[in-house]
T-cell receptor, first 116, second 110 residues
């Protein structure tokens, strides 16, 4: 199956700093990628839809100025958590839409963020 | 009311048991239904997806959808310790967004 990678797999940072997470589709081109957040024992919550070459579409309640998304190429989307706070600590997971099957998403392994 | 409801468990069964996992939903616009498996600290892995009411079988896994009742199920036959994971149902609408259930934590004991 298609492979999606994320980097880094985990990160610890101080409160107030910014953290960038990369999501790459390794063997296919993805015009659409998604960013999710998952708190412990909870479901994946969609944060935003990232479209190559255009602005991301954010879900209600997600601050676009805090969670900056850039999808500059067909294989890379980045999520930057700006001025991170401890409550931003979570598991961030990206997915990439299959270009041949709009209903299928391939998920990355996730990035665990801990803000101290 | 959440759009998708799923009992979080945990669910513990002996090896070889039949496992039944379920979700209910409220949005009639959902057109396709998926089950994902997620191991601890990993991304979700697609197990099965269906469009219509009825059953779909793949090896030890059977996905069942009842659109009239807004209810979906995943059955695992001859469960193995390696099946221990969190199982997430997900539903998609025409726009391609997925809404996930909370996930059910399953433990299969040898």
């Amino acid at each position: 199956g298609a492979v999606v990678s994320q980097h880094p797999s985990w990160v610890i940072c101080k409160s107030g700093t910014s953290v960038k997470i990369e999501c790459r589709s390794l063997d296919f081109q993805a015009t659409t990628m998604f960013w999710y957040r998952q708190f412990p024992k909870q479901s994946l919550m969609l944060m935003a839809t990232s479209n190559e070459g255009s602005k991301a579409t954010y879900e209600q309640g997600v601050e676009k100025d805090k969670f900056l998304i850039n999808h500059a190429s067909l294989t890379l989307s980045t999520l930057t958590v700006t001025s991170a706070h401890p409550e931003d600590s979570s598991f961030y997971i990206c997915s990439a839409r299959d270009p041949l099957d709009q209903e299928t998403q391939y998920f990355g392994p996730g990035t665990r963020l801990l803000v101290l | 009311q959440k759009e998708v409801e799923q009992d979080p468990g945990p669910l513990s069964v002996p090896e070889g048991a039949i496992v039944s996992l379920n979700c209910t939903y409220s949005n009639s616009a959902f057109q396709y239904f998926m089950w994902y498996r997620q191991y601890s600290r990993k991304g979700p892995e697609l197990l099965m997806y269906t469009y219509s009411s009825g059953n779909k079988e793949d090896g030890r896994f059977t996905a069942q959808v009842d659109k009239s009742s807004k209810y979906i199920s995943l059955f695992i036959r001859d469960s193995q310790p390696s099946d221990s994971a969190t199982y997430l149902c997900a539903m998609g609408d025409q726009g391609g967004k997925l809404i996930f259930g909370q996930g059910t934590e399953l433990s299969v004991k040898p």
